[in-house]
């Protein structure tokens, strides 16, 4: 019998925190793409745009007239999803037809005033400023709200439909389907082995080593071992830290740095500015956050979409939709490309 | 305090067959797009290309020739993800570190020898065949396979490598993620409520009517209460149906003619060829195909993209990827819109 590889053999893997499986396919990326290929970016994006409704000094949809900021600038979403004063739907009167409430607040937050300043172009101690943001953000909206989804749509490939450097607060009532699952494994795991999954799971990363991108004082980045998309990666704090608002200073200064080098990686890889959904997990808040909530370690999680070049990505779609995710590479090999990339800028080596 | 209306209030929906929840804000229609948007379509695809492998008589990546096939054309995808020889991983020697065997087999199968002509251009005979075809394969791999996929993915918006058309079948021997889930909501309701969940459910719907797009003597087209995708549909047949293999000949005539008139609806929508993912789902097969599955109701998902026109597509990221899928517009307005498209194919009206 030929021995197994996971490089060569097809193989599934379980993704232990969302509770699904991955087939893992890696003798596929030798079949070539006649597919759809992704419109080449704009080259550039002007530094300011008076019409751009997120720049500074410029007017929004509401009337409103953004000030002249300076760091990171958060207002409330022109179009929110989800609003604090929905009428609630009532009693559903069937067990398959089911209505809850949705309530909640949309914030979008600018990282710099410049338009053409994406985040591993930004320097540490400017990142960090995001962090902090974000962390306050998170304070903010969680006092009120059980769940508060911070994210960064990078890319037109990723739905982003504004150039300028962003990112997105949605705040609900409920706590979502993802939130719900990584909830229920946490818990779960907690309850059968004693200490919190993700814990675990980072210490066994950091001895196993195959899957790691970078590490440094206080943070850890991989790329899953059930990952999905073909250069996905999970931030993971090392100490056990339940949400964004706790970590120290010392931490959220590292994060800055490790932040600036996983996302210069990215850029590197393909030589694009790398396309990414990205966003917060942490334990929730609300009127329930003083529960034990022990079993939660924060993380962040990239998913990139591209998968052979800057305009052939990965689609998710046949199979995936209506069956499992299914990946092209091993994790150990989306693992080992991100690590041996610089961590300079292509940008900053052309100069 | 307002009267709740589904059309103007956001609210969480329950979806039971795959037991998510969907954030629905209708009032998010009237932002503006200025985010991505689509390649326009190749108008013309040639009648014949001697280089598309899926053509008549060509030559594939493997050195086959096709022959002049004149109906379907089923074959081994040259590039398949799952095969049936992999080897076995092996125990797993962590509990977060998971790897089981994956065997398989991909097929592709074309659906007429012309390249320019789409499923909803076809004559109702003619995708007759198709479901023929498509029992076939299903009861041939379900023999060996415990799940069946047989799924289109149409354009390349949906990740399509090939424009003649044609659909794939990917058999493995493992129940897939969505599979799973679903086996578990419906095993549940029965053993609840006595009867299979979506037959309760096709019953529910001709009764509400709101959300119904089609009826015929032997199927119902309607879009979901817990619809995820802007235009998503869900096939059924009025009768209690496990698997494909079962249907009878009216069933299969009265099928095609029910997808001839959801087809041709779609590509009308937004006068486009309207791209989509759909698949096949019933009760699982292989060896244990014998046990009691009445709790399963066969089913088609039909999951397009396009949300305001042929181009602007609705993207499932950010939010979407990272807490729960949020919708636009209502599920009973995307059934208004559908019901009211005509049921002739514009294509053929021009002419
Ligand atoms: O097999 P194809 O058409 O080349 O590929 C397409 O469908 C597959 C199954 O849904 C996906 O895994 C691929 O990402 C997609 O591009
Ligand atoms: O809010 P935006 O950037 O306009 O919109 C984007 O992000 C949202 C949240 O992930 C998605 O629901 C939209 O489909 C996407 O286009």
Not at 62 to 75: I, K
Not at 104 to 124: E, H, I, N, Q, Y
Not at 128 to 134: E, N
Request: hydrophobic residues 35%; charged residues 20%.
């Amino acid at each position: 019998a030929t021995t197994f590889r996971a490089s060569e053999h097809q193989h599934i893997r379980y993704n232990p925190l969302q509770d699904e499986w991955v087939l893992v396919s890696a003798h596929r990326m030798k079949r070539p793409w006649q597919g759809q290929v992704e419109p080449p970016l704009l080259k550039t994006v002007p530094r300011h745009d008076p019409h751009n409704p997120l720049c500074p000094g410029a007017t929004r949809a509401n009337g409103e007239v953004n000030p002249y900021y300076d760091g990171t600038f958060l207002f409330d979403n022109d179009f929110p999803a989800l609003q604090p004063d929905a009428p609630n739907p009532g009693p559903s009167d069937h067990p398959l037809f089911q209505t809850e409430a949705a309530r909640g607040a949309c914030k979008v937050m600018c990282f710099r005033p410049w338009s053409d300043v994406t985040l591993p172009l930004m320097s540490v101690p400017e990142i960090r400023t995001v962090i902090d943001a974000w962390a306050a953000v998170a304070e903010e909206l969680g006092a009120r709200y059980p769940w508060v989804q911070i994210f960064e749509n990078k890319g037109t490939m990723m739905g982003c439909s504004n150039p300028h450097p962003h990112c997105q607060v949605w705040a609900s009532c409920f706590l979502p389907n993802t939130a719900q699952r990584e909830e229920r494994s946490q818990r779960a795991y907690q309850s059968q082995h004693g200490e919190p999954l993700l814990m675990e799971y980072g210490r066994q990363e950091l001895l196993r080593k195959e899957r790691l991108v970078l590490t440094s004082e206080h943070w850890l980045v991989l790329v899953p071992f059930g990952a999905v998309w073909p250069f996905q990666t999970l931030l993971l704090p090392r100490r056990h830290v339940r949400r964004l608002p706790e970590l120290t200073p010392a931490e959220r200064d590292d994060l800055a740095s490790i932040m600036k080098k996983l996302l210069t990686k990215y850029d590197n890889l393909l030589e694009t500015s790398f396309p990414y959904s990205m966003g917060w997990h942490g334990a929730p808040t609300g009127s329930k956050a003083g529960a034990n909530w022990d079993h939660w370690q924060l993380h962040a999680h990239y998913y990139p979409p591209l998968l052979r070049s800057a305009t052939v990505r990965k689609f998710m779609v046949g199979y995936e939709m209506l069956a499992q995710a299914q990946r092209d590479l091993t994790p150990e090999q989306a693992a080992e490309r991100l690590r041996t990339v610089p961590e300079v800028h292509y940008h900053l080596r052309q100069k």
